[in-house]
């Protein structure tokens, strides 16, 4: 007969049990973000690299040609509603221009924050948007260039499986090839691709990359209500009161109105040219924007003196994982009247 041996200190056991069964879930809680880290690690990777030009018609019959390059899916649109096809060569220089502003040699880049936000351009498991992929359209002229506009409600309905695209994507502005405001000068053409990448590219692969700009960088009014607390707003709102981003063309130019994230956005792409100090290289008007954007402020110089926010801004959240372009390699890549070669690789 076997002996029974009785416990003679339950409430110790039960409490040694909880404690057991509440490292099992620590350890299990730490699998799982191990997982996630592993995951995004592993699409980081991939996405890091630069494809090639593939004929593809699954987003949408505007589109007949992808591109994935860093993380972002770029769609080319082809001969449809009445316009032409948007030639490779301008695809390759839109690709070119991503690895150039998502360049891991750069000296200033802290590699596992750029692969951090590249991951997050993809949609990797665990980041801000995880299972929808950065998008990046361009066409030809502009909008109003295809019958009907794709860029409407009507139109997007019009152009079958499109508007299926836009649902599993992220996506901000269009890229244009020989836009119908552009004058066609290289400088024009720098400035419509670094600006409009910039716009994708600050809006879905910063905030998170490097730890707190997940919201320091809430640039969407409409999902966070604080929005006008956090510093991207608040770095916005000193360069309004220091006359240096004039916003008065911006709906009714009230920084808490409706246009709110359309200001955040340019905001952060005026900032981020400023800082690199492209804005007196490329724009037009002698290198000015004013006055949308004053002269002051179009050096790191000025912006530290005029919007010391804003360059904090820049250096915390911005610096680490963007690289800046070399002037004379941009040059080299756009010539007037559509000349000059991407010098295009893919990885």
């Not at 400023?274 to 179009?298: H, I, Q, V, Y």
Request: glycine content about 10%.
């Amino acid at each position: 007969m076997r002996t029974q041996i009785p416990l003679k200190h339950t409430a110790y056991t039960y409490r040694y049990s909880v404690a057991l069964n509440r490292h099992h879930i620590l350890f299990f809680c730490m699998v799982l973000s191990a997982l996630f880290t592993w995951q995004g690690a592993l699409a980081a990777d991939a996405a890091m690299k630069a494809g090639t030009i593939v004929v593809d018609d699954s987003n949408g019959v505007w589109f007949d040609r992808s591109l994935e390059v860093r993380g972002i899916q770029i769609v080319v649109a082809g001969a449809v509603g009445g316009q032409k096809s948007v030639p490779n060569k301008w695809v390759e220089k839109t690709a070119q221009t991503l690895k150039l502003l998502i360049n891991s040699s750069a000296p200033n880049i802290e590699k596992t924050l750029q692969k951090r936000l590249v991951a997050i351009l993809e949609g990797a498991p665990g980041t801000s948007h995880q299972g929808y992929k950065t998008g990046q359209r361009i066409g030809y002229g502009g909008g109003n260039s295809y019958r009907p506009n794709p860029l409407r409600d009507n139109g997007v309905r019009h152009y079958k499986g499109y508007e299926a695209w836009l649902d599993r994507t992220v996506q901000k502005d269009m890229v244009w090839y020989k836009n119908v405001d552009s004058l066609h000068t290289g400088d024009d053409d720098i400035v419509e691709l670094l600006e409009h990448l910039m716009h994708t590219i600050h809006s879905f692969g910063l905030p998170g990359a490097v730890n707190g700009s997940l919201d320091a960088l809430t640039w969407d009014s409409e999902r966070r209500r604080d929005y006008h607390k956090q510093e991207l707003w608040l770095a916005m709102k000193e360069a309004i009161n220091n006359s240096v981003f004039n916003v008065s063309d911006y709906g009714n130019g009230d920084p808490r109105g409706h246009m709110s994230s359309v200001m955040m956005t340019e905001y952060m792409y005026l900032l981020n040219f400023s800082m690199w100090e492209f804005g007196k290289e490329f724009w037009g008007d002698g290198g000015s924007l004013a006055p949308e954007w004053s002269n002051k402020a179009r050096t790191a110089k000025g912006v530290r003196k005029h919007n010391p926010l804003g360059y904090t801004l820049f250096m915390t959240y911005f610096n680490p994982v963007l690289s800046k372009p070399d002037i004379k390699t941009l040059r080299r890549m756009f010539k007037n009247h559509d000349r000059g070669e991407s010098g295009y690789v893919a990885e």
